[in-house]
């Protein structure tokens, strides 16, 4: 994931803090139940680097989902925003993933980046008519409008959202700067919208953005995607500022938790998910089961 990158020296002048929770956030979650379900993952399977590493060595790609899905509940699924899937693929994934598992799509560019949200019902229907096929392992779908899709562009991205199907749960990400130049960091008029529509807001922590990390929360569920620098120490800094972030939302009544690890270089996001996990089960007390690293199995066997 290239967005958000910076240099090495760029990278030891940025302060990570997380920004306080605006108003907005904290009435949301006093009306959540609590409670909170945790759905963390990566943003691929489709990793060769992975054999060895997280897969057992010898493993087949055609086997690469089987394997994922027995570690992690979820994906962030990025390979649908490069081309539609059909209900055949879609069939074909869910059956090598257990009942519990759930898929994130995000929407085809052909709708949000090349006719941004505008006359796309043929797409739509396509794209939902696949994808559907998932039945419960559907998760959320997250909705990135082209980056060059500012605030003047409100009625575009308000318009598609409300015609979008009810009964399925849909998360938003902007990456254009002018929507978190309000007072407390997010566009309130598109908030308020989204409050009203229970529709969701993305936090994506990428170094090179700081003002996309903006702590709204518009329904009591959190989707964080979470960018990593190769394993660089402010990679377990960051981390451990976000589990107390996330240990304090379930006090305050969180219900869902998406977290979904990237790194620039995908080959390290097993071990800082992995490390994720453990410090949220230390300190939160969840009961997260933990991804194994293959030499781990193997020291386990031994």
Known sequence: MEFGKVTDTELKQIDFTLPPDPPGTKEVLKKGKGKTKFYIGCAKWGRKD???KLYPVGTKEKDFLEHYAGLFNC????ATFYKSPTADQVLKWKEKVPKNFVFCPKFPQTITHLK??????KELDDYLAAITEFGKNLGPIFLLPNPQMAPKSMENITEFMEDFPKDIDLF???????WYKDEHGFNQELFDFLRKKKRGTII???AGRRDCVHMHLSTPECFIRFVGNSLHETDYERIDDWVKRIK???KEGLETCYFFMHQHEELHSPELIKYFIEQLNMSAGTEIPVPKMQYERELFKQ
């Open 50 to 52: 992975w054999v060895g």
């Open 75 to 78: 994906i962030e699924f990025n």
């Open 116 to 121: 941004r949200l505008k006359n796309v019902s």
């Open 248 to 250: 304090k939302w379930m």
């Open 204 to 206: 994506t922590d990428a």
């Open 172 to 178: 938003l990400e902007l990456r254009h700067a002018d």
